[in-house]
């Protein structure tokens, strides 16, 4: 999931959800009138649909969009009208808004680390068995992509749209010409590998630390593969030890090993992807099958492949996780306002674009992998997605709670902190300690209050 906030934001919310009368689960009816068929007769309506902007692929997004408003059109008579969000802070300034006001978007694009907030909120929609049968069903998804849908199986507010594990991509050439004959598992490999590979205007490892998603998921996998859960009960644990290791061993890449292009203290992720396609790093971390448009059209076409990223923790030679944990469990969920009164519209669009064909095409132009199980059984065969799938087999669940949010913002902000001091060539750790001490600190009172609530 792509999430930032600003302190606090999450809590907020929630609140002010809490505080409206009306909400809560169960969808009624609205949004056109429903015939014997399940047909849903919009005519004259607007869907308000809220999705974040693919800013790797703006042109085909406009395209997507179109396409599928003229088959929505076609098909219930009504009209999508599109908003997007930049980042995620727009993202969550919508949902807050939106919540306080009972009015705004009808169907809302989620991460789906950010699906335990929206679910804590109170203000979208807890799925009925008839909720589900107005999508197509529950059992035309992946089982795994339902892992954070909601708290339990009976209790789900998101809708799957697209998985989007994580993994690594690597230079097949690059890798070989420094005499390295399989990719990395454990990080204290990966930064051997990355020194070999470092030369002149080539470095071992592209990454963004600028990138407004990416960083606080380094430090998660990291910390679970050391057998630091970052939540255990109603206790945050992010002044852990291992928390502190991890955040030494990535910014390390940087600033004792230079793996890294110094460069990259600026990028977010769509510069590590474009410095990886020009042939200039041996492994892109943190990416997922979103970059296989890109890097089929660059000049590593053929030369690179993907590989789970390591899954042994700093200093450690085994996992100590109860999971491999080889990524988030990540990707989109859909969710309904529970506001909206056109919900019958609503479910219409999410059966529309989940469909088996939709979800192909969607695969097809941004490569992230379906959540339609028959589509995603169409493209078992193929062998540049088995490293993805794999990953997808070997995710881990964010902790489901309403305060993740905020759990999640404090791990990223530790590293936006720290970006001058990156920029400088060293981090100070006594600075790291104090930033750390105070994401545990805003991370602990938003649990307290969530598990309160």
Known sequence: MRFKSTTGLAAIVTAAALALTGCGSGSGNGGGSTSSDGKVDGTGKTLNVLVGVLSQYPEQQKQWQSDIAAKFKAETGADVKFETFASANDELTRIQTSVVSGQGPDVYGLGTTFTPTAYATKAFVTLSD???????????????????????????????????????????????????????????????????????????????????????????????????????????????????????????????????????????????????????????????????????????????????????????????????AASILSGDNLVVADYSKQKDLAFAYIKLITSKEEQLNYQKTFGDLPANGDALKELAGNAKLKPITDAAAKSKATPFTGAWGDIQLGLLNVTVQSVPDLAAGKVDEAALDSRIKDAQNKGQASLDRASKG
């Open 130 to 324: 008839d909720d589900w049968k107005k999508v197509g069903g529950k059992d035309r998804f992946n089982p795994a992509a339902l892992g954070i849908s909601g708290p339990d199986k009976d209790h789900q507010a998101g809708i799957p749209f697209v998985s989007r594990p994580f993994v690594m991509a690597y230079n097949k050439d690059l890798l070989a010409a420094a005499g390295i004959d399989k990719p990395a598992t454990s990080w204290d490999e990966l930064a051997a590998q990355a020194k070999k590979m470092t030369n002149g205007d080539t470095y071992g490892i592209a990454t963004g630390y600028k990138d407004n998603f990416d960083p606080w998921k380094f430090i998660w996998a990291m910390s679970v593969q050391a057998g630091n859960p970052l939540v255990d009960g109603n206790k945050l644990k992010m002044d852990d030890p291992t928390v502190k290791k991890a955040y030494q061993t990535y910014f390390g890449w940087l600033t004792n090993d230079k793996v890294v292009d110094p460069a990259a203290v600026g990028w977010s992720n769509s510069n590590a992807v474009a410095a990886f396609a020009s042939g200039k790093a041996g492994y892109l971390m943190m990416t997922t099958s979103s970059s296989i448009p890109t890097l089929d059209k660059s000049a590593i076409a053929g030369k690179y492949e993907y590989t789970l990223m390591p899954t042994i923790a700093p200093g450690e030679t085994k996992s100590k996780s109860d999971g491999d």
